[in-house]
């Protein structure tokens, strides 16, 4: 493998791919809509936006790399296939790009804070920092608390641009009220959905790599309870998103949102549960690999639907 497609295997170029898209939906669907029509002009606009976007992908990147750097020997068991640490690039060199990474993230936060109204970017952004670096020397070892640390950090994708208008929607007299409840609403119900979500896929991932796990003394839910208990886990938050996705439709509903509602139905219901079909037929590494795809997938799905209040707010 050449250098540099080892190098974008190590920071998950996919996954910051739907970062960026993620936060790109969120804003043109959503926040610039809401905003335009209260005709206030948002704090994540033209370069600030493409800023904030750069500064999240950078620290997810950054994490990517420490957490394969610290799992070297677990990934030996679970894909030795896909090693890229101390296999193409040099651990040296790995920490260089963690640490360059993760300074840049927190620069870019800093900048934004001091050319526009958002505040405390930065400090947030050492705090994602933080929270990357404990959870791949420590907190992905422990019973859920990886899990929710992943989870919290991947609807913080979402919240982060909401954040980043807050100054706007608590001070700005025509966004009160009507506006920041709209916003806040849809915020939640995307953050939600996101954290409930990888909430599962984090769960699944621990089903498919316990093996590595338990010959290194991690103490994920897999191990400390056992696969039938952590397939009830996966199911019970399976049952509450499906259930909470579906009262969600008879709400648009009521707006005749019926693409909207045809969409989420189709793309994000069903798939959840065939999942919830596959979970308990799931009994190897490669079909909760499989699993944890198609949660991805359905993830995916899910964000996308943002397009449809681009067309209806």
């Known amino acids: 493998m050449k250098l540099l497609p080892a190098f974008f295997r190590l920071v998950r170029w996919p996954n910051l791919v739907f ?4 936060q790109l939906l969120f804003v043109y669907s959503i926040v610039h809509p809401i905003f335009r029509d209260a005709g206030v002009l948002p704090n994540t606009y033209g370069i600030y936006f493409i800023l904030l976007v750069a500064s999240s992908v950078f620290i997810a990147a950054a994490g990517y790399i ?3 750097y610290f799992d070297l020997n677990i990934d030996l068991v679970n894909k030795p296939t896909k090693l890229v640490v101390d296999k193409i ?7 260089f790009w963690h640490l360059f990474l993760s300074f840049l993230g927190i620069v870019l936060g800093f900048y934004i804070d001091w050319k526009t109204n958002v ?11 933080l929270l990357l670096f404990l959870y791949s020397i420590s907190l992905k070892k422990r019973l859920l608390s990886g899990n929710v640390v992943i989870s919290l950090l991947t609807a913080w994708v979402i919240l982060v641009v909401t954040y980043c208008e807050s100054s706007n929607l608590i001070n700005h007299s025509t966004l009160r009220n009507l506006y920041t409840q709209k916003i806040t609403r849809i915020t939640f ?3 939600g959905f996101a954290f409930v979500i990888s909430l599962i896929r984090e769960v699944v991932k621990d089903a498919e790599d316990i093996e590595g796990d338990r010959k290194y003394g991690c103490f994920t839910m897999p191990i400390a309870w056992g696969i039938n208990a952590t397939k009830v886990f996966v199911a019970v938050w399976l049952v509450v998103l499906t259930a909470a996705l579906s009262i969600v439709q008879f709400y648009v509903l009521q707006f005749k949102w019926w693409w909207s509602a045809a969409y989420c139905i189709l793309f994000i219901i069903i798939p959840l549960l065939y999942i919830f079909k596959k979970l308990y037929q799931a009994g190897t590494s490669k079909e909760y690999h499989k699993l944890s795809t198609l949660i991805k997938l359905t993830m995916f799905t899910g964000i996308l639907s943002m397009i449809f209040f681009r067309i209806y707010l």
């Not at 970062?19 to 993620?22: D, V, Y």
């Not at 505040?119 to 920092?129: E, Y």
């Open 19 to 22: 970062i960026a898209i993620t």
């Open 66 to 68: 420490i957490n394969d």
């Open 89 to 95: 690039i040099s651990r040296r060199w790995v920490i």
């Open 119 to 129: 505040r405390f970017l930065g400090f947030a952004n050492i705090g994602c920092v």
């Open 189 to 191: 119900l995307y953050a």
